[in-house]
């Protein structure tokens, strides 16, 4: 069975970093392409981030790039997304998701989630 | 960016109803659209992919269709535990966007 579990949510202040983790389990990990998908409280959902299977290639939309990174060790079968510059808007609950992953080739939406972690950054 | 336009943004169903929601994109997206339901309090999880293929384990009261801007998924015959979140999203160019979501109550 699938599953993704995330930690490392709480409250921050703005400006500051938070590290937020994901722990896989029943698939190779390594063969997956894997990301970050985020939901502010009472709305929609928003992709942040996505992994290569290696790590080598990383994909952000505008709204996080060049302040949040995403990692990975298939060694831990475990993903990362270090967040810095923490903004009020960057409050949400924040979801480890997998990609459909053909042949090292991803599928560009999410087959399985983890249940989240809240992140809120607050004064 | 494309942009996903979700309609409507809420609707009750009784239960055996057939229900409908829509999701256009703002520029066509090759059948590169998913489906995900999203009941209250937890995660998402995937309904439909490439507009009409249903994830495994989903039962097949649940369809999709559509093509070019224009996207749809029916639910055939509403149960109580349909009643959830519904959002869409194209998973054709980056960034890759979702709809504003679909709430769906049992009337």
């Known amino acids: 069975e699938v599953q993704l579990v995330e930690s490392g949510g709480g409250l921050v202040q703005p400006g500051r970093s938070l590290k937020l983790s994901c722990a896989a389990s029943?698939?190779?990990?390594?063969?997956?392409?894997m990301a970050w998908v985020r939901q502010a409280p009472k709305k929609g959902l928003e992709w942040v981030a996505t992994?290569?299977?290696?790590?080598?290639?990383?994909y952000y939309p505008d709204s996080v790039k060049g302040r949040f990174t995403i990692s990975r060790d298939n060694a831990k079968s475990s993903l990362y997304l270090q967040m810095n510059s923490l903004k009020s808007e960057d409050t949400a609950t924040y979801y480890c998701?997998?990609?459909?992953?053909?042949?090292?080739?991803?599928?560009?939406?999410?087959?399985?989630w983890g249940p989240g972690t809240m992140v809120t950054v607050s004064s | 960016d494309i942009q996903m336009t979700q309609s409507p943004a809420s609707l009750s169903a009784s239960l055996g109803e057939t229900v409908s929601i829509e999701c256009l994109a703002s520029?066509?997206?090759?059948?590169?659209l998913a489906w995900y339901q999203q009941k209250s309090g937890k995660s998402p999880q995937l309904l439909i992919y490439?507009?009409?293929r249903l994830q495994d384990g989903v039962p097949s009261r649940f369809s999709g269709s559509g093509s070019g801007t224009r996207y749809s998924l029916k639910i055939s015959g509403m149960q109580p535990e349909d009643e959830a979140d519904y959002f869409c999203?194209?998973?054709?160019?980056?960034?890759?966007?979702f709809g504003a979501g679909t709430k769906l109550e049992l009337k």
């Open positions: 998701a997998r990609h459909p992953t053909t042949r090292v080739y991803p599928h560009w939406y999410f087959d399985f």
């Open positions: 029943g698939f190779t990990f390594s063969n997956y392409y």
């Open positions: 992994i290569s299977t290696s790590g080598s290639r990383t």
């Open positions: 520029e066509g997206i090759s059948n590169d």
């Open positions: 490439a507009a009409s």
């Open positions: 999203q194209q998973s054709y160019k980056y960034p890759y966007t």
